[in-house]
């Protein structure tokens, strides 16, 4: 092993950074603060914790979700792999045992010979080549040293918001049912039917429900990629029957007719024991979350073993600040990764952690970097997030929008979507012998 890199968190960005390094003879030291030290969000002392979501969304190529996580495990992620190895059902998705998952990752970085775990919290920046990976819930001794490498009202955050998790047992069959929408992979969701009724008397409680404290928190301040549902209720009576509760594609098989509105369930875990209310991130106190979530006919005796949650999201004005490698300009032995950059999302996140680890790798065994192209997906978000000029930068996720159109015409979306697919697979493999 030669030259010692310290990479902070042992989230997914931290972890990705942290193998491919040690994959390619960097020495690595991994700093993460828990158990020492835990986050509101937080629950479990293992690496690659997922808060939110055990999802890592769309598996499909027609989605560019889907295209990164395949470009990731053409390139050897450690992330991908492991998630491949714990998924669960969930139609098209790739959803993850959240349990199994964490301990396959903290297993492969524990045992990896190039890699050295430091516990406890990190609260200045160290001298040398490093890697800064503490997420959204940067600490706030951390956060002020970060903040200080920046001009003024260059560091930003938002609210973010985790889904309750009940348990399979406790939910009323009764009133649900095992599909995918549309039919769409196998039956992997359980779908909770509500009537105009049920669903108006819901929609009613949910929008006057109490909720925690947090402070400096307003609605603006909510990211609209993983807004809270109580939140989203509140901007009229419909918002929820036309989002996370829309009906359509899903009917119930006692009618043969769709519901006014369905709450789907998705798998937590590879047992089945778990599943999690999609799109029912909230903040909600906990006693308010399951007095109005009982409402929901086949949640009305449910079992909670964890109730939703509200905590800040900090992130880099990184148009600003970073690079395509995500280094910091003008300072580029400081290299930043995942979603304090800006990038929204677990396989975004992980993504950042990839191209980090391996184009630091790459400049510190005195290599040319591989400088991945806007027409693949990871190169598009790393060339997104450090496109200087843009003036109200938000965290997103990827999507084809970042990426050059194809240079013929493709009549329909999903086949114009695989086509950008396939030319961005064909760079990535182009790639690989270097990489």
Not at 45 to 73: H, I, M, T, W, Y
Not at 236 to 253: A, I, Y
Not at 331 to 339: C, M, V
């Amino acid at each position: 092993m030669s030259t010692n890199v310290t990479v902070i968190g042992a989230g997914l960005a931290g972890c990705e950074a942290a193998w491919q390094l040690a994959q390619r003879g960097i020495a690595v030291t991994l700093c993460e603060m828990k158990p020492q030290k835990m986050t509101p969000a937080h629950h479990s002392p293992g690496f690659a914790e997922l808060v939110c979501s055990n999802s890592l969304r769309s598996d499909q190529l027609e989605n560019a979700a889907g295209l990164l996580k395949e470009e990731l495990r053409r390139c050897g992620s450690l992330i991908l792999r492991c998630a491949d190895e714990t998924r669960v059902e969930a139609g098209g998705a790739l959803a993850v045992d959240r349990e199994g998952f964490s301990a396959a990752v903290t297993d492969a970085i524990r045992a990896h010979p190039g890699i050295t775990i430091v516990e406890g919290e990190v609260t200045s920046i160290p001298e040398g080549e490093v890697v800064i990976a503490s997420g959204p819930l940067t600490s706030d001794a951390l956060s002020d040293a970060i903040a200080g490498l920046f001009p003024a009202d260059s560091y930003l955050n938002f609210y973010d918001a985790a889904a309750p998790i009940v348990t399979f047992d406790s939910i009323d069959m009764e009133h649900a049912w095992f599909a995918s929408r549309y039919g769409k992979g196998t039956a992997d969701y359980i779908n909770c039917a509500l009537s105009e009724e049920e669903y108006l008397t819901f929609w009613k409680e949910l929008c006057a429900a109490q909720e925690a404290e947090v402070h400096g928190f307003e609605d603006k301040n909510v990211f609209e990629g993983c807004m809270p549902v109580e939140v989203m209720a509140r901007r009229g009576v419909q918002t929820l029957s036309f989002g996370p509760l829309k009906p359509k594609g899903l009917p119930d098989p006692k009618t043969g007719r769709e519901p006014y509105a369905v709450v789907q369930l998705r798998r937590d875990n590879a047992a089945g024991t778990l599943y999690n209310l999609v799109g029912f991130q909230t903040h909600l106190k906990w006693g308010e979350q399951k007095r109005v979530f009982s409402l929901i006919p086949a949640l009305a005796h449910a079992e909670y073993v964890r109730y939703g949650v509200m905590h800040r999201n900090t992130y880099l004005n990184s148009p600003q600040l970073l690079d395509r490698y995500y280094r910091v300009r003008g300072n580029e032995r400081i290299t930043f990764a995942g979603q304090i950059t800006g990038v929204e999302g677990y396989v975004e996140s992980t993504a950042s952690g990839f191209l980090a680890g391996v184009e630091l790798a790459r400049r510190l065994l005195g290599r040319e970097p591989l400088d991945f192209p806007q027409e693949t997906a990871t190169g598009a978000l790393a060339l997104y997030v450090s496109r200087e000029g843009i003036g109200d930068f938000q965290p997103m996720n990827v999507n084809f929008g970042i990426m050059p159109p194809l240079d013929h015409r493709v009549k329909g979306k999903r086949e114009k979507n695989a086509a950008l697919s396939r030319r961005a697979l064909a760079v990535i493999d182009g790639l690989r012998e270097r990489l």
